[in-house]
Nanobody
C-alpha cells in the first residue's frame, strides 16, 4: 500500500506561483508513475500533469502547458507541481496520484491510478 500526502496549496493572486508537493510513503521500494489532477466545484476531476517513474517523460493538459512543471525526486519519494502564471480558472482541489509500480509511464486517465492523496486546495484571487 502507498500513501500520498499533498502539501503546498493556498491562496495566491492571479499571476502568482505555487509549488505543490506530493510525498509518498509505505511500499515505495519501487517508484511509481505519478500524476496530478484537479477538481473545481461542480466540475469533474481533470488531468493536469503526469511524470514517468524515471522522470524522463512528462505530459501536460493543454490548459496548463507552459505554465506548470511537474518533476520528481525519487530519493525523497516526492513529486512536485510548480505552478506559475496562475489564473482564476486554475482554482481547484489538486490531487496527486500514483500508478501501480509495474507501470513505467504515467497516463492522463484517472481510473488508471491506484493510489490517491487527500487533495490540497489552491485558491486564486483576481
Amino acid at each position: 500500500q502507498v500513501q500520498l500526502v499533498e502539501s503546498g496549496g493556498g491562496l495566491v493572486q492571479a499571476g502568482g506561483s505555487l509549488r505543490l508537493s506530493c510525498a509518498a510513503s509505505g511500499r515505495t521500494g519501487s517508484s511509481h508513475a505519478m500524476g496530478w489532477f484537479r477538481q473545481a466545484p461542480g466540475k469533474e476531476r481533470e488531468f493536469v500533469a503526469a511524470i514517468s517513474r524515471s522522470g524522463s517523460s512528462t505530459s501536460y493538459a493543454d490548459s496548463v502547458k507552459g505554465r506548470f512543471t511537474i518533476s520528481r525526486d525519487n530519493a525523497k519519494n516526492t513529486a512536485y507541481l510548480q505552478m506559475s502564471s496562475l489564473k482564476v480558472e486554475d482554482m481547484a482541489v489538486y490531487y496527486c496520484a500514483a500508478r501501480p509500480p509495474w507501470f513505467q509511464m504515467a497516463t492522463m486517465t484517472a481510473s488508471e491510478y491506484a493510489y490517491w492523496g487527500q487533495g490540497t486546495q489552491v485558491t486564486v484571487s483576481s
